[in-house]
């Protein structure tokens, strides 16, 4: 009874500070200034400047958070400079701290754009232009592979503040899947050669190693093979995840631990630990629906040295930026 007492106590300091702290949290300092690291990527962490539009002037909304998943994967090491890994997922969380709402951002792996390059001494060299995927391949350390995906984010999203991260290891879905209690859903695909069970259109709870094969799919019998078909599967799984974690944290609370746990190994985050408990409790009091899940506007095409890549839509992604970022001004 004590320890529980004890614990108890613990979660409730940690609750007050997290709330006296709201508007101290998620400060942040771009750490490739101090490489080098040449306009824009070095402006990531900073406000960006007022937009005009229609006679209408709009401010950036400095409540949000901004919260950048990378999902990467280390089964096949590629050849380039740092650690080699691409990131094979990209979801940016836009929390908004006053309102306490959520929306989410998919960014296909194949979208174009300017990124960082290092070389194999770890030294900035230059700029490149390509698949945003392969911006975490460059840096020699996984932090500076994150940090470096999160500037390229953040100036394909036309400088917009993304100060924190948490990056997880494809082989670590499985582990986190099964603390979170497993997820019921709806199979969008066939998956009956891995299981005869996983028939499209069936009700079914992924556990283990069904999950990451349910997020990496694109070779599923009624799947083009592009990203795009991927991201839906992805997009699904991820609302239902959270469905099901907040269902299960409803019952005991303690399974947001054990899901940290469960990616501890498999993960870097930049988070606080205040940061996370922050997060914990506004993700208890939202939900996250496919309908608040959008791909950013653009479309797919043959990419040359590439198997496809992803061009947006400019006119279309400023104006997403614009709603989903910035307010009138007063």
Known sequence: MAAIAAAAITVAVLLMTAASLRRNLFLYTNPLAEYGVQYPFAQNGTVPEDIVMGGQTYTYNKDLVNVLFIGYDETVQREMPGIGFQADTLVLAVINKKTGGISVLSIPRDTVTDFPVFDFNGNYATVNSGQVAL?????????????????????????????????????????????AGGVNLELLADFTAFNPEMSMGTMYTLWGDEAELYVRARQAPNMSGEDLDRMKLQKQYIA?????????????FSVLGNVLQ?????????LEIVELLYLAV?????????????????????????????ITDEEALKQMVLDVFFVPAA
Do not use: C
């Open 282 to 310: 506004r993700l208890r009091n939202a939900s996250i629906e496919l309908e608040n899940m959008v791909t950013i506007p653009g479309h797919a095409e043959p990419g040359g040295q590439f198997d496809s890549v992803y």
């Open 135 to 179: 911006s975490h391949a460059y840096g020699r350390e996984y932090d500076i592979s994150n940090d470096l995906t999160m500037a390229s984010v953040s100036n394909l999203l036309y400088q917009i503040p993304i100060g924190r991260y948490f990056a997880l290891n494809i082989d670590g879905i499985g582990p986190v899947n099964d603390a």
């Open 262 to 270: 469960a990616a501890q190994g498999y993960s870097q985050s930049n």
């Open 240 to 252: 239902e995840f959270v469905r099901s974690l907040k269902t299960a944290a409803a019952e005991d």
